[in-house]
């Protein structure tokens, strides 16, 4: 095997190096979650400070245009009221009039005001009031077009990233992890989690920042109008926040509930959708339902208090506005009366004050998507934080093309460190050996081949490839010297030719043929409507088991690995295509270190040494005759085997 010396390399993993693990324990930290959600913005300072500014000048824009249309209120309102007194007098002389009826509120009114007697309403001025009003709306809402356009690829991008941060976790990621995990929940937490945060953040976000920029300019708006009255709105804020706070940590909770059940149900359905034949067989339907049953209740029941406590938010909050409106428009009605007040203003206030409950409100509704999102990032930081396989080590061996000697050398590994599964293993593999192992359940058997690979990492003692300790190679580099078929064989959506290139980093139309031929399955390829090209997934009823195991071999083929490992590669099929399967499995193994686990002995006589497994030991080794000859466990397994054959 050569060898040579890359650059420092980091944490890595091969295709299947993510796919099992336990989840951690959830921090059910608000404060913590949200402030690293936001930090995961940090790349788009520069887009989200032009969004703020943005948002600033659309909102302080805005915030004139009450003031400006309570101008056009007052001159059609003292236009009506010169209208109404004779010309030629001056306001004095009316005001002095007023008071000598007796009608004093009605004199000081008029005498604060800019009455003109005789004169009616000039339209002009009122035109250009309203004019500059829509022309203020008009830019404050093109303004905050551009900065949702601007918030809308923050809010992707972000979440893009995110998605990248998940996806090269999954590689980082021991198998240990997923023998744990459900892969519903797992999903769950990639996707569904994901687009909530998206969902959260663009929803959220910008309209959280609008409404505090808002509730900050009306509210100097409302002091320059009347600080008596805007003491009044300013009530509304503390009680507002008082009932937001004590509802949102209520409904907090039954968020982070919401999504564990979510995932707990997506689990299940994946599981009854993989496995829905054989509940059909074992007639399970019943329990499946129940269970599904049980599983929907649990998430409607929290979906429900999630949904209820975080909509009572906004109604709580817009009925204590409203109760200080109401307020507003009294004082507001007395205070014109008396002409302390212009008729305008109160228009006006009476507009802020809607403006200022609007976003109190708002935020308010907006803890929904909040508390949601935010519950959404928790579940996926506790994915994003789980522990990470073992590090390469800085001088990591790079592997060219391995020669296929392996040995175990006092090898000890343990799921649990009190229950020890394999104890002391001492092995020498020659290259270009087939190595049989077998054994019943629990023996071992797939921990061993997991180790070669470094989906798990030894305990003690070590795993060397051509003299090298596996744990100074790359595992992508390890990896590729091996080729995979396996029982449970995986077909991805696409072409079947892009099937069998899987194995291959250059797969060229012709070297797919030739694996295909050296597979066996050539034929079947050409009796396809579509041949190479035609389309197949994993759940493709139309592809037989046999069919599909072929495929995998011709993807072995393809990749042309060193080493061989197959896992019960032919317990699934029918004689005639078990006997095609055998003859390209042979093909396969010429000239390759082939490790074959299977519990159908009668596949295994030729290997060149047969390894007998119980409780992670070794208690027997050799070929098929002298084993045989031995009359010891593997006697006793095989002759159980050719009894349970006569049998049926």
């Known amino acids: 095997m050569s060898t040579h010396r890359p650059g420092a390399a980091g944490p890595r993993g091969g295709p299947m190096a993510g796919m099992f693990g336990a989840p951690p324990a959830k921090t059910k930290d608000f404060k913590a979650?949200?402030?690293?959600?936001?930090?995961?913005?940090?790349?788009?300072?520069?887009?989200?400070?032009?969004?703020?500014?943005?948002?600033?000048?659309?909102?302080?824009?805005?915030?004139?245009?009450?003031?400006?249309?309570?101008?056009?209120?007052?001159?059609?309102?003292?236009?009506?009221?010169?209208?109404q007194l004779p010309a030629g007098v001056t306001k004095t002389q009316a005001v002095a009039g007023l008071r000598a009826k007796g009608q004093d509120r009605l004199a000081d009114m008029l005498d604060k005001s800019s009455v003109v007697p005789g004169v009616g309403i000039d339209?002009?001025?009122?035109?250009?009031?309203?004019?500059?009003?829509?022309?203020?709306?008009?830019?404050?809402?093109?303004?905050?077009?551009?900065?949702?356009?601007?918030m809308a690829g923050v809010t992707q991008r972000s979440v893009f990233r995110?998605?990248?941060?998940?996806?090269?976790?999954?590689?980082?990621?021991?198998?240990?992890?997923?023998?744990?995990?459900?892969?519903?929940?797992?999903l769950s937490r990639v996707t569904n989690d994901i687009d909530n945060i998206s969902n959260s953040l663009q929803q959220g976000l910008s309209q959280i920042l609008n409404s505090l920029l808002t509730i900050i300019s009306v509210l100097i708006m409302m002091v320059w109008i009347s600080w008596?009255?805007?003491?009044?709105?300013?009530?509304?804020?503390?009680?507002?926040?008082f009932f937001s706070v004590r509802i949102a940590k209520r409904s907090q909770r039954e968020f982070v509930a919401q999504w564990d059940w979510t995932g707990k149900l997506n689990g299940h359905v994946e599981e009854m959708h993989t496995g829905h034949s054989l509940v059909k067989v074992f007639g399970r339907?019943?329990?499946?339902?129940?269970?599904?049953?049980?599983?929907?209740?649990?998430?409607?029941?929290?979906?429900?208090?999630?949904?209820?406590?975080?909509?009572?938010?906004?109604?709580?909050?817009?009925?204590?506005?409203?109760?200080?409106?109401?307020?507003?428009?009294?004082?507001?009605?007395?205070?014109?009366?008396?002409?302390?007040?212009?008729?305008?203003?109160?228009?006006?206030?009476?507009?802020?004050?809607?403006?200022?409950?609007?976003?109190?409100?708002q935020i308010a509704g907006l803890m929904n998507s909040v508390q949601s999102g935010v519950a959404s990032a928790e579940r996926l930081f506790e994915f994003l934080d789980?522990?990470?396989?073992e590090a390469e080590t800085v001088d990591a061996l790079a592997v060219d093309r391995a020669i296929g000697e392996v040995r175990f050398e006092d090898v000890t590994f343990s799921y649990n460190p009190d229950q020890p599964l394999i104890e002391n293993l001492n092995l020498i593999v020659k290259p270009g050996q087939t190595i049989a192992i077998v054994g019943p359940t629990g023996a071992g058997k797939t921990t061993l081949v997991n180790l070669i690979m470094r989906f798990y990492e030894v305990n003690s003692g070590r795993i060397t490839l051509d003299g090298n300790d596996i744990r100074s190679l790359t595992r992508d580099d390890l990896r590729r010297q091996f080729g995979m078929v396996l029982q449970d064989t995986w077909l991805f959506d696409g072409t079947m030719s892009e099937n069998i290139g899987f194995g291959s980093q250059d797969p060229t139309h012709d070297k797919v043929i030739a694996a295909a031929k050296a597979a066996n399955i050539d034929?079947?390829?050409?009796?396809?409507?579509?041949?190479?090209?035609?389309?197949?997934?994993?759940?493709?009823?139309?592809?037989?088991?046999?069919?599909?195991?072929?495929?995998?071999?011709?993807?072995?083929f393809m990749a042309d690995p060193a080493i061989l490992i197959l896992d019960e590669a032919t317990s699934s099929v029918d004689t005639r295509t078990e006997i095609m399967v055998q003859h390209a499995m042979a093909k396969l193994r010429q000239g390759r270190t082939s490790f074959v686990i299977a519990h159908r002995l009668s596949t295994i006589k030729d290997a060149d040494t047969i390894l007998?497994?119980?409780?992670?030991?070794?208690?027997?080794?050799?070929?098929?005759?002298?084993?045989?000859?031995?009359?010891?466990?593997?006697?006793?397994?095989?002759?159980?085997?050719?009894?349970?054959?006569?049998?049926?």
């Open 162 to 186: 995110l998605r990248r941060l998940a996806e090269e976790k999954i590689g980082r990621l021991p198998l240990s992890y997923f023998d744990k995990q459900s892969r519903g929940d797992l």
């Open 123 to 150: 339209f002009s001025a009122v035109a250009k009031v309203l004019f500059l009003a829509i022309g203020v709306y008009v830019v404050a809402s093109f303004l905050m077009w551009i900065q949702a356009y601007l």
């Open 523 to 556: 034929h079947f390829m050409r009796s396809l409507a579509d041949g190479y090209e035609s389309r197949v997934s994993d759940d493709n009823s139309t592809v037989s088991n046999g069919e599909r195991q072929l495929i995998t071999i011709a993807r072995a």
């Open 33 to 83: 979650s949200l402030k690293r959600l936001l930090s995961e913005l940090g790349p788009e300072r520069k887009v989200l400070s032009l969004v703020l500014s943005l948002i600033t000048v659309s909102v302080v824009i805005g915030s004139f245009g009450p003031k400006i249309l309570g101008r056009a209120t007052n001159y059609i309102f003292y236009g009506f009221l010169g209208h």
């Open 386 to 389: 789980a522990e990470e396989q």
């Open 612 to 648: 007998v497994m119980d409780k992670g030991k070794i208690i027997e080794q050799g070929r098929h005759e002298e084993l045989m000859a031995k009359k010891g466990f593997y006697f006793d397994l095989y002759a159980s085997q050719f009894e349970s054959a006569l049998d049926t």
């Open 285 to 361: 339907r019943e329990s499946a339902i129940e269970e599904f049953t049980t599983l929907n209740t649990k998430l409607r029941d929290s979906s429900f208090k999630a949904q209820f406590m975080s909509s009572i938010i906004q109604p709580t909050t817009q009925l204590v506005s409203n109760l200080i409106y109401v307020g507003i428009a009294v004082l507001g009605g007395y205070r014109v009366a008396t002409g302390s007040m212009s008729l305008g203003d109160v228009q006006a206030f009476i507009q802020y004050s809607r403006q200022f409950a609007m976003p109190l409100a």
């Open 228 to 241: 008596e009255l805007a003491l009044i709105s300013l009530i509304a804020i503390p009680i507002s926040i």
